[in-house]
């Protein structure tokens, strides 16, 4: 079993910048391809980037503009958010899947952390 744990969201301005982390326990945490997803009021989870090892895989609306990154000595991966737009906003949610390729569904990925809200507002 794998946990996640989110953390870094809030509110922000548009054109702001904000950093995610999500830290896992409970496996090898080297193994796993991580994505972040996201949840809008009223609408679908939706893919937003996905890692594995050095290859990502960005959602065109993000790209450019979100840059995923992991640390396996430290268990965590990051998102780092720049010019952020209030379409944005979202709950965001780190995701864990055993797959040897990354995978867009929601269904490719195993473990979810619990979320972290993203506002961008002025």
């Known amino acids: 079993q794998v946990q996640l744990v989110e953390s870094g969201g809030g509110l922000v301005q548009p054109g702001g910048s904000l950093r995610l982390s999500c830290v896992a326990s409970?496996?090898?945490?080297?193994?796993?391809?991580m994505g972040w997803f996201r949840q809008a009021p009223g609408k679908e989870r939706e893919f937003v980037v996905g890692?594995?090892?050095?290859?990502?895989d960005y959602t065109d609306s993000v790209k450019g503009r979100f840059t995923i990154s992991r640390d396996n000595a430290k268990n965590m991966v990051y998102l780092q958010m720049n010019s952020l737009k209030p379409e944005d906003t979202a709950v965001y949610y780190c995701a864990a899947s055993s797959s040897a390729l990354i995978w867009r569904g929601l269904s490719e990925y195993e473990y979810w952390g619990q979320g972290t809200q993203v506002t961008v507002s002025s």
């Open positions: 890692i594995k090892w050095s290859t990502t």
């Open positions: 409970g496996g090898t945490f080297s193994r796993y391809v």
